[in-house]
C-alpha cells in the first residue's frame, strides 16, 4: 500500500526564519501531490498542489513546494514565517488519478513571535 | 454557498451506544468521503463515494457503515460505539477531477467513554 511520511512531526520557529517542511511518498508510478494546512480550530484547507509541469509550485501565502520524482520527495517551503503560520501542515498524495487521497502523519508548526 | 457542513461538532458517547454523522454539500459534487484525525496519525480514510448509491471502504472501515442515498448528504453511522472510535471525523467532497481539490468540512470532535 502506498505510505506518505512527514518526518518532522513537531517543527518550532521564530518568526523570519526559513521553513522546510519534508514530505516522502512510497509510490512509483504517477501522482499528484499536495500540502494542506489546517490552522488552530479549523478545517483544512489546499495551500498547493502538483500535477504536472514545473517542479516548482507556488501556492498561498508565500509557500512553495518543490517535487523531486527521483527522491519521492515533495516538501514543502516558505522563505520567512510568520506567526501566523502556526498550523498543522499535511502532505497528501494521489496516484494514478485513484479516487482517494492518503495523508502524512502531519507536522505542527509553532512559529513564536 | 455553505460549503462541506457536518453536524454535530461535539459528542459524547457512552460505550455501545449509536450515531449518525450528518455531511451534507451544496456543491453538486460527486465524490465525497469520512476521514478521522488522530493525533500524530494523519488523516485515515473510513469510506468514500463517488456517487449517490456508490460507496466504497477506505483504510478503516471497521465499526462504521454509510449511505449515500443522494447527492447532498454522505452520513456515517457508528453502531456500538468503542473508545478506539474517539476521534476527529472529517467529510470532504470534490468534484471530477483531482486538479480542484478536496473542500473540507469544518470536523466532528467524538469521544466515546
Known amino acids: 500500500a502506498q505510505s506518505v511520511s512527514q518526518h518532522n512531526h513537531h517543527v518550532i520557529l521564530s518568526e523570519a526564519a526559513s521553513l522546510e517542511l519534508g514530505c516522502n511518498y512510497s509510490?512509483?508510478?504517477?501522482?499528484?501531490l499536495f500540502w494542506y494546512v489546517q490552522y488552530p480550530g479549523q478545517h483544512l484547507q489546499l495551500l498547493l498542489k502538483y500535477f504536472s509541469g514545473d517542479p516548482l509550485v507556488k501556492g498561498i501565502k508565500g509557500f512553495e513546494a518543490e517535487f523531486i520524482k527521483s527522491k519521492f520527495s515533495f516538501n514543502l517551503r516558505k522563505p520567512s514565517v510568520q506567526w501566523s503560520d502556526t498550523a498543522e501542515y499535511f502532505c497528501?498524495?494521489?496516484?494514478?488519478?485513484?479516487?482517494?487521497?492518503?495523508f502524512g502523519g502531519g507536522t505542527r508548526l509553532m512559529v513564536k513571535p | 454557498n455553505a460549503g462541506v457542513t457536518q453536524t454535530p461538532k461535539f459528542r459524547i458517547l457512552k460505550i455501545g451506544q449509536s450515531m449518525t454523522l450528518q455531511c451534507t454539500q451544496d456543491m453538486n459534487h460527486n465524490y465525497m468521503y469520512w476521514y478521522r484525525q488522530d493525533p500524530g496519525m494523519g488523516l485515515k480514510l473510513i469510506y468514500y463515494s463517488v456517487g449517490a448509491g456508490i460507496t466504497d471502504k477506505g483504510e478503516v472501515p471497521n465499526g462504521y457503515n454509510v449511505s449515500r442515498s443522494t447527492t447532498e448528504d454522505f452520513p456515517l453511522r457508528l453502531e456500538l460505539a468503542a473508545p478506539s472510535q474517539t476521534s476527529v471525523y472529517f467529510c470532504a467532497s470534490r468534484r471530477q477531477g483531482l486538479n480542484y481539490g478536496y473542500t473540507f468540512g469544518s470536523g466532528t470532535r467524538l469521544t466515546v467513554v
Open positions: 509510490y512509483g508510478g504517477t501522482v499528484n
Open positions: 497528501a498524495v494521489n496516484h494514478d488519478a485513484g479516487n482517494m487521497l492518503t
